[in-house]
């Protein structure tokens, strides 16, 4: 089953829904990350999905975990895939819902 979602309000719903618990990344940089109900705003219930910061900047949609071999450009030369996946689902995993 296919479902079509409105961009913009997707968008929109990332950048402003208000975060239901947040944490700090402890890395080299400045890592915020936040739960937040996507589902309800969308208009299908609660879905609580993961949204992230660096140095106060968004990161894009899915930052939380890094599966391809090739290297993000918003990923800082200093640290590895590997360092970032395991802190940021480090701090996932405190995240109280």
Request: proline share 6%; with cysteine.
């Amino acid at each position: 089953m296919q479902f079509l979602i409105n961009k913009t309000k997707a968008d929109e719903v990332i950048r402003t829904a208000p975060a239901i618990s947040g944490g700090d990344v402890v890395c080299k940089h400045n890592v915020r990350v936040e739960l937040f109900d996507y589902g309800t705003r969308m208009g299908w219930g609660y879905d609580v999905r993961v949204r992230m910061f660096m140095d106060d900047k968004p990161l894009p949609f899915g930052a939380e975990r890094i599966y391809d071999r090739k290297r993000p450009a918003w990923l800082p030369a200093d640290m590895t895939v590997d360092g970032w996946n395991t802190a940021v689902q480090a701090a996932i995993q405190k995240l109280p819902l």
